[in-house]
């Protein structure tokens, strides 16, 4: 319907509908508004209320954000702490269980994302912001955490909220990759 509607000229706005009581939008809603750059009109149903919302720079925090697969997950994670630190990667669709399904998303995507391979499971040199590829029982590497120093990772795994957390033991154990951006070099 979004590509039918640009066709016949500009999108000046998004209408969505609530059933909760609420016009106010949600996480997901603001995440939108954000990456559409236009004003969304949230109606809800029950209230027969409206709120209109623009673009103000929302952004997640990167502590304690709800897992959303292809929205707000490890990767999202990896994206938003590296553009924290000036640097902006680009976005990768994603299916869910892409994994299970013979995809290879992050080693098929790592190079065009700017990172380099600098090391394996059995690397031990890390810096501040390399990323850590690790399969989680998957056949190719499937979770991404971003090392923080102090043998601290932050991570967003399935059914948690994203948190740091020390790395070692498992998150050691299924480390596949180790990668650094190459502005960081």
């Not at 952004?59 to 954000?65: D, E, H, Q, V």
């Not at 959303?68 to 997950?73: L, P, R």
């Not at 994603?94 to 995507?109: I, P, S, T, V």
Request: hydrophobic share 35%.
């Amino acid at each position: 319907d979004y590509a039918a509607c640009s066709d016949l000229g500009e999108i000046i706005a998004v209408f969505h509908s609530h059933n909760t009581g609420s016009s106010e939008p949600s996480i997901a809603d603001k995440l939108c508004i954000e990456k559409g750059k236009i004003p969304w009109i949230i109606y809800d149903l029950i209230s027969e209320t409206f709120t209109v919302t623009e673009p103000s720079g929302f952004k997640l925090p990167l502590l304690g954000r709800e897992f959303k697969h292809g929205y707000v997950d490890c990767l999202s994670l990896i994206r938003d702490y590296y553009s924290e630190i000036g640097i902006e990667l680009p976005d990768s669709e994603r299916q869910d269980n892409w994994w299970l399904k013979g995809g290879d998303l992050y080693r098929e995507k790592f190079q065009s994302f700017g990172f380099i391979k600098v090391g394996d499971s059995e690397f031990n040199s890390f810096k501040k912001h390399d990323v850590i590829l690790m399969q989680v029982g998957s056949p190719v590497p499937n979770h991404g955490a971003v090392y923080i120093g102090d043998n601290q990772i932050i991570q967003h795994c399935q059914g948690r909220l994203s948190s740091r957390d020390v790395y070692g033991g498992y998150w050691r154990k299924v480390t596949n990759m180790v990668l650094r951006h190459k502005e960081l070099l």
